[in-house]
């Protein structure tokens, strides 16, 4: 599974600065809603959860078998 947590843009000359121990915002925080993907076909939605020191995926919908199915 795909679960893109959020994106951002940065400028040439902020990447150039990157190190190990750089952080990067990005546009999503907890609570946001997001989207799980395999092969690019969105099969659950959720929103981002905070548990503890790290980051998890609270599922709120599951997107049936049939809507799944992309037409050829």
Same mark, same amino acid.
């Given at each position: 599974?795909?679960v ?18 750089? %952080? ?5 925080? /907890?609570d ?5 993907? =395999?092969?690019? $076909? %969105? ?5 981002? /959860? ?6 998890? =995926?609270?599922? $709120? ?11 050829a």
């Amino acid at each position: 599974p795909s679960v893109p947590v959020g994106t951002t843009t940065p400028k040439l000359r902020a990447l150039m600065r990157l190190s190990q121990v750089s %952080v990067l915002e990005l546009d999503r925080g /907890v609570d946001e809603p997001m989207e799980v993907k =395999i092969n690019d $076909t %969105v099969i659950a939605k959720g929103e981002i /959860v905070s548990v503890g020191d790290k980051l998890g =995926i609270s599922v $709120t919908d599951i997107v049936a078998p049939l809507e799944r199915v992309k037409p050829a």
